[in-house]
């Protein structure tokens, strides 16, 4: 167990930040972003699995700042593209300081004749981690279609474009609850909750 029930996000993504904290509202737990901790840390997402990045972020984070850390990693696997862009999601567009749209719109052009449906999952890795270097990690996923137009202003990354056929809605036109029921980084940290509850002895 641990005396302080607070919980640093190793994430610089504001967008990432609002999910979690929803998804973790009901924990009690005093969730940090860098910037409450005082952090300006940029951890290098160069590893060959989703578990190594996020596991990597989650280490860096509590080693430098001496709390629990909760890191995640995630990407877009389209199968029409071989399962990318994948590890590389937010680097995958060559413009260089590319925005979320920019990405949005590569992707499509690369898919431009491509049979449909352009099948497609999201995966979600979390990693919590303590200061004394002990480590957990698990995961989740959603499983849908990109669409040619985009649908929705919720949310972000390539949300717009990631329909759930089953629902009829994509990511972006989902509010926060119902997105923290369905998406890959929701299974995740819910997932990750148990974990989080027998560190803090909660």
């Known amino acids: 167990m641990t005396t302080t029930h607070k919980l640093l996000l190793a994430t610089n993504n504001k967008g990432k930040v609002k999910e979690i904290q929803a998804l973790l509202s009901s924990t009690g737990l005093t969730l940090l972003t860098p910037a409450d901790a005082g952090l300006a840390l940029e951890v290098p997402e160069d590893g060959l699995t989703y578990a190594e990045n996020a596991s990597r972020k989650a280490a860096a984070f509590a080693r430098a700042s001496g709390l629990v850390a909760l890191g995640d990693d995630s990407g877009l696997e389209v199968d029409a593209l071989d399962g990318q862009p994948g590890l590389h999601s937010h680097r995958f567009c ?11 719109k590569y992707l499509l052009e690369k898919l431009q004749g491509k049979p449909l449906p352009w099948t497609a999952h999201f995966r979600a890795t979390v990693a919590v981690a303590l200061p004394s270097g002990d480590l957990q990690v698990t995961s ?11 649908r ?4 972000f990354g390539y949300d717009p474009i990631f329909f759930i056929r ?20 929701a299974m995740a940290i819910q997932n990750a909750i148990p974990i989080l509850k027998e560190i803090f002895g909660i």
């Open 166 to 185: 089953a629902i009829n809605h994509t990511m972006a036109e989902l509010q926060m609850d119902e997105k923290n029921r369905l998406s890959h980084r």
């Open 94 to 104: 060559p413009i260089p300081d590319a925005t979320d749209a920019d990405r949005r």
């Open 140 to 150: 989740g996923h959603c499983d849908g279609e990109i669409i040619p137009t985009e």
């Open 152 to 155: 929705g202003s919720n949310g």
